[in-house]
């Protein structure tokens, strides 16, 4: 069973930076889709970013594009989303979920198709 740990999240300035990391485990021989959501009250939650661990793939929403990066670290089997020029509207619950294993692949950003879950970091962005 694929477990993911989700840090790193707080609150900054409007225009700051702020990276969160999602940390797994217990994951088959393969390759997955690892991506970021968020979740802010009352809206429903919506994909932000996701990497294909097999190739380093990455996909990205419109509304974060130029502005966040996703990455991985192998060898500490995480998976980095760095969050630059933030804006308020950002502000939001971060979850961090997974998908796979496959042989090969890619990732989109709908949330129905991902499996295993973090439990979320908050993000705040005050203007």
């Known amino acids: 069973q694929v477990q993911l740990v989700e840090s790193g999240g707080g609150s900054v300035q409007a225009g700051g930076s702020l990276r969160v990391s999602c940390a797994a485990s217990?994951?088959?021989?393969?390759?997955?889709?690892i991506g970021w959501f968020r979740q802010a009250p009352g809206k429903e939650r919506e994909g932000v970013a996701a990497i294909y661990t097999g190739g380093g793939s990455t996909y990205y929403a419109d509304s974060v594009k130029g502005r966040f990066t996703i990455s991985q670290d192998n060898a500490k089997n995480t998976v980095y989303l760095q969050m630059n020029s933030l804006k308020p509207e950002d502000t939001a619950m971060y979850y961090c979920?997974?998908?796979?294993?496959?042989?090969?692949?890619?990732?989109?950003?709908?949330?129905?198709?991902?499996?295993?879950w973090g439990q979320g970091t908050q993000v705040t962005v005050s203007s």
């Open positions: 979920a997974a998908r796979g294993p496959f042989r090969s692949g890619g990732c989109g950003l709908g949330t129905q198709a991902y499996d295993y």
């Open positions: 217990g994951y088959r021989y393969g390759y997955y889709c």
